[in-house]
Structure formats: C-alpha cells, structure tokens
C-alpha cells in the first residue's frame, strides 16, 4: 500500500466509469501517481446508459446502506463546489407515486421510516405537483406523490469527463481503448505490474478494479472468484423539441428523468424483465416510449433516439465490494450498483484507505474479503 502521496508507487485504476474515475481523481489531487485504463472510452459504458439517480430513498434495505447513500449524496454536493457543478449536476428533486392502494400504502410506510432517519420527505397530492413541479404530468389529482427534494440527477458522462480532466492536470496517465490483459507479480508476491490488450507493460504497485460488470474477469487475473449477479437493464433516449419534465420521477410503470438540451431518459424495472425474451431492444424501446406517453402525453411527439442493454455492475449479495483483498497485496475493488450516487463518496473512501492503510467505517460490512473462500 501506499504510506504517503509523496512516494512514487504507481496505482493502476481499471476502469473509467464514474466510480473509476472518482477513484483516479482523489488518488492524483493527492499526489498519487496514477494510471486510468478503459476498454473504451471514460464514461461511455454503463455510466452512461444508467438512469443516473442519485438518492438514497431507494437503499433501506439496511442502515448501513442508507448511511453510505445519504453519504454518497453529501459527497455529490461537495464535488460541484470543488469542480463546479456545470452540466452534470441537477438538484431538482424527485418525485414517485403508485397507481393502486397497495403500492401506494407501501410508499407511504417507507417515506414514514425515511423521515424518522432525517431524510427530508414531503408528501403532496397530484394536483399540487402539478401546480408547483410538473405541469406536463398525466397524475390523478388526488394521488399521494412523494417528493424528495435532496435528491439529483447526474449527468454521468459529463461528470466522468470533468474528472479525467482534473486528475490529467495532477499528472494522471489516461490509457483508453485497451482492456487489461493480465496482472503480473512483484516479489513480495502482490501487484507487480499490469499487461495491456496492445502488448504494454506498466510497473505499478497498487490495482484497483473499478471494472463495473466486466470487474468479474479482472478479479480473476489476480486468482480471486468475485461473485456477480446478472441483472441486465434497458434504457432509452428520446429526442424532443421541448424536454417537458424537470426532475427524476418514478411512476407506476416507467421512470423518466431529462438529460440536457433535447432529450430524455426512460427505464422500468417491468420492461428489463423482458430482456430475455423473444422482444429485442427496437421492441422494449417501444414499451418504454408508450409508458412514458401516459405520463407525460407531450412526451407523444418524442422519437427514440438511442437505446442500450447493459449489465448492471451488482456483486452477488446485492451490496458494494470496496477496500483491500488481504490475500493479493497490492489489489483493491471498487464495484457497485448504484454507482453513480456511490462515486464520490467510494472514491474518497478507496483514495484514503489506500493512502493510510485505513479503512473507514462507513464501509463496514462491505468489505471484498466476505467473497473470500
């Protein structure tokens, strides 16, 4: 590990998704020496075909959990006042609400535990929303809508660029469009060096695997087994003249948020359990597009521009794999759904532990070393 940023060890970041790249900025701004290696192109992967929704109302799950989420959020905020929020950062708020008692009671009960926790919940009616928030909104007057007015959306890739940018200019090494083929050993039998797809050899001391869905085979090359779940997801991008909504918002059957001049993103959870079907994604792109025209009927005169499947990131018990692996010196993970309200705060907390040799106890219970064995 590295005991002081003053030292010339080498960190080799896999991964240029927004977890990677929260990593590669806070080790550089610290005078890390670091590497940042992708496939591809930083943040064009899942990044950028996630909707992209940074909250924690949607992590009670545990406590531990929601306190990482309500951290990852605060950490959010201070990363627009040191880079600037420019055209990644939108602090609007978001708005969910149910289409049948049942749903809607469960709503309510979780929006209750949530204010108990601290986390500032309102409780408005249809009409009101659309009177004050979302005048384009098709929502029963009388439906109960949960806002959460701390809650953002992200503009991944842009975010994604804006750090690659300021960690070059702390001296970070961009290496794109080539895969890590291998990780070699140094003497003490931890990381020694890491072999590229275009047949360059790097020295390096430290590893990190921010491979998203692809951190499986990474893990694999230093002989650890990091169990993954396969959870595919759809989103789509529709072109419109006017982009009629202005914040994240869950209805009953499709979640829609904008992104920037000119379009908007659609996800649901009903249509990604049809990937595996016989429908390909011209298909669910169609489902998706006429969900979203019963919410938001202006959204008719939208075209669908873009649309992806990807593989969510998700390590088998559902939670973040972040910090060291005893058993590989040199080795570190920094894999997470829900990465991008997770970044900032992971990145913090991977960059300091790395540096110091501690882990922080936000990170308790998710630690790699559960997967060991």
Not at 122 to 141: F, I, K, N
Request: proline share 6%; charged share 25%; glycine share 12%.
């Amino acid at each position: 590990m590295i005991r002081s940023a003053q030292r010339t060890e080498r960190v080799a970041v896999v991964g240029a998704g927004v977890v990677g790249a929260c990593v590669a900025w806070n080790l550089s701004r610290q005078g890390a020496e670091v590497v940042l290696i992708d496939a591809g192109r930083p943040g064009e992967g899942v990044t950028n075909w996630s909707f992209s929704w940074a909250n924690a109302s949607n992590k009670t799950v545990t406590r531990a959990y929601f306190d990482l989420n309500v951290a990852g959020m605060e950490a959010h905020r201070e990363l627009a006042g040191t880079v600037g929020p420019d055209a990644w950062w939108y602090p609007s708020g978001h708005l969910r609400w149910a289409d049948d008692p049942a749903a809607e009671s469960k709503l309510l009960t979780t929006a209750g535990l949530l204010a108990v926790w601290g986390y500032r919940t309102e409780v408005r009616t249809g009409a009101e929303v659309r009177r004050r928030l979302e005048p384009a909104l098709a929502v029963r007057d009388e439906a109960a809508v949960v806002f959460y007015p701390d809650e953002a959306w992200v503009h991944g890739r842009h975010l994604v660029g804006r750090l690659v940018e300021e960690a070059d200019a702390c001296g970070a090494e961009l290496r794109s469009g080539t895969a890590v083929r291998d990780i070699g050993t140094g003497s003490d039998g931890g990381v020694g060096s890491v072999g590229l797809a275009d047949g360059t050899r790097i020295d390096v001391d430290v590893v990190v695997n921010a491979a998203g869905p692809g951190a499986h085979a990474v893990a694999a090359l230093v002989g650890r087994e990091l169990p993954m779940r396969r959870e595919p997801g759809v989103v789509t991008r529709l072109g419109c003249a006017r982009v009629p909504v202005h914040r994240a918002m869950h209805a009953p059957h499709v979640e829609i948020r904008p992104d920037g001049d000119g379009s908007v993103v659609l996800h649901s959870r009903e249509v990604d359990a049809l990937i595996d079907t016989e429908q390909g994604p011209a298909d669910l792109a169609r489902l998706l597009h006429a969900e979203a025209r019963h919410v938001v009927p202006e959204l008719g005169d939208s075209r669908i521009s873009r649309t992806r499947v990807v593989e969510r990131p998700i390590p088998a018990d559902g939670f973040p794999s972040v910090g060291a692996v005893p058993s590989v010196p040199g080795y570190y993970e920094a894999v997470t759904h829900s990465g991008i309200t997770l970044g900032p705060v992971l990145g913090r907390l991977l960059a300091s532990e790395i540096l110091t040799g501690k882990s922080d106890d936000l990170l308790t219970g998710f630690h790699p070393e559960r997967f060991s064995g």
